[in-house]
């Protein structure tokens, strides 16, 4: 950005200077020239010269973000306002940018800040923990001096923030158009919607979630080529039963005790069974066209996905051993116990369990389920909220500061992050060209929406209890009265 800015300064200077030359060159006789023919031919080429100087020059004036301006034809001027995007992980002093799209976007907010008279910086204040609690805290209590953007996370204190007017109505903010593709890309706004009112946003490519990672190793030892995962996911056969298949194929037996030494399957059972509902076309709780809740969990796709995971935690994933902690699954998998794991995509980038695996893994989406046709990534970005105790003029500045903060730098429209995060990470090229590629395509994403029904208690009230030999019906049976309840008063 600063070398944009630097060009378009020369190209001013350039013209000014073009247009002295044509003057000083093309004057109206010279005492001094006594070859008239040659002088007016110099003198034409130079203009052409000129001329072709100052269209460059003028091109180059051009580039560079369109500046956006008030009624007076000036950049809109946020009056040296200072803004903080609050969340619970950046460092107070951000690292020096790493490659050429970092610095790039060092140099476009650099430019911003200058151009629109705001500074801004993104820093942690809360932890992960107590980060809805403290927004509430903070709007109830009135705010303060600073000017903060939110980031928040998925909670029933969050939840009730929306209902109860503690979080600004982006939508009557006419600066920020939610038909970007920015905001299109992971629907957050969707999701944080009630009625025509949008509580919450978020900018940028959806983070990748919930898929299936394999042990290549395991995969070959039982005469599965590990690659042919990856080619059924690419032309469309990649199901539940093709999944079933190869964990039967792979849960052996190998020193003929009695007693599995591979098993097909090891998950956090949670993760799983709300990935397999999604995946066949459920949900628990869905939206209308008209903004409204509705109970879902007796559908029928939902409940065969139920009924599914039941069976395949029967099959592949009853061999936790008694007593054994929750994320027990994770070391099973690291030491090469099973061949299969349902987790999210986070799993396999730097700093997490998977770098301590030895053997080598692969990683493609979900299996579909029968009533699907495609595969889906459930998407659960964090939402940014502006306090709603901040009067109009506050936070139509903070969101346009915000606007402008998210915005990817020229040449980086379609920049994938997670891309490069993941390439660091342990995963193969299939996995990052194919799989976490498609996971953040609009075709292969949706949100959820039981997390936005306040006293819902997903884990407790059911996902915990759909485990090896559960009862599906009765669990639903029991709280079905009690789900709809909460939708209804959700829908007040």
């Known amino acids: 950005m600063k070398k944009q800015l630097a060009n378009k300064a020369i190209a001013v200077a350039t013209i000014t200077a073009m247009s002295a030359g044509i003057v000083a060159c093309g004057g109206s006789g010279d005492a001094g020239n006594t070859t008239g023919g040659d ?41 040296g306002m200072e803004i903080i995007v609050r969340d619970w992980w950046s460092p107070e002093e951000p690292a020096e940018p790493s490659n050429d799209y970092e ?40 705010g303060d001096d600073n000017n903060y953007v939110f980031i928040l996370r998925g909670d029933a204190a969050i939840v009730s923030a929306m209902s109860n007017g503690l979080m600004y109505d982006l939508s009557t903010l006419d600066c920020l158009d939610f038909t970007q593709d ?62 079933e298949e190869l964990m039967a194929k792979c849960q052996r037996d190998t020193d003929n005790d009695g007693i599995d030494d591979v098993y097909g399957l090891t998950l956090n059972e949670g993760v799983m069974t709300t990935m397999a509902v999604f995946s066949n076309g459920g949900s628990y709780i869905g939206k209308d066209a008209d903004g409204k809740y509705f109970y879902n969990l007796e559908a029928p796709e939902t409940q065969e996905a139920l009924e599914w995971v039941v ?77 709603g105790c901040y009067d109009a003029d506050r936070a139509w500045k903070i969101a346009f500061a915000y606007n402008l ?15 490069s995060t993941a390439r660091q990470g342990i995963f193969d090229e299939r996995a990052i060209d194919e799989t976490i590629t498609m996971m953040s395509e ?51």
């Open 39 to 79: 002088s007016t031919d110099a003198a034409s080429t130079e203009t052409q010269t000129a001329d072709a100087a100052a269209t460059e020059a003028t091109e180059a004036v051009e580039e560079g973000p369109e500046i956006i301006t008030d009624e007076n034809g000036n950049p809109i001027d946020l009056g």
């Open 103 to 142: 610095e790039s976007l060092d140099e476009y907010r650099e430019w911003i800040q200058e151009t629109y008279n705001f500074k801004i910086k993104q820093v942690a204040i809360s932890d992960w923990g107590t980060t809805p609690q403290d927004f509430v805290d903070y709007v109830t209590t009135g």
């Open 182 to 243: 920015k905001f299109t890309k992971n629907l957050i706004h969707e999701q944080y919607a009630k009625g025509d009112a949008i509580y919450a946003m978020s900018a940028g490519i959806a983070e990748p979630r919930t898929g299936v990672y394999f042990n290549k190793r395991l995969l070959t030892e039982a005469g599965i080529d590990p690659d042919s995962v990856y080619d059924m996911q690419a032309d469309g056969t990649w199901t539940w039963d093709k999944f």
């Open 311 to 387: 069976d395949m935690y029967n099959k592949f994933d009853n061999h936790d051993p008694e007593g054994a902690e929750w994320d027990y699954y994770k070391e099973e998998f690291v030491q090469g116990h099973a061949a299969f794991m349902v987790e999210d995509e986070y799993a396999g980038t730097p700093g997490s369990f998977l770098e301590d695996m030895e053997d080598e893994v692969g990683f493609v989406m979900f299996p579909k389920g029968p009533q699907m046709d495609t595969y889906l990534n459930v998407w659960s970005n964090n939402p940014a909220a502006i306090p």
């Open 405 to 419: 903060y998210t915005e990817a730098p020229e040449g980086y429209e379609d920049y994938n992050g997670f891309l």
């Open 442 to 492: 609009s075709e292969h994403g949706t949100v959820a929406y039981h997390d936005m029904i306040p006293n819902l208690k997903l884990g407790e009230e059911l996902t915990w209890s759909i485990v090896p030999n559960a009862d599906v019906a009765a669990l639903t049976e029991a709280i079905a009265d009690t789900w709809k309840a909460y939708v209804d008063e959700a829908n007040k």
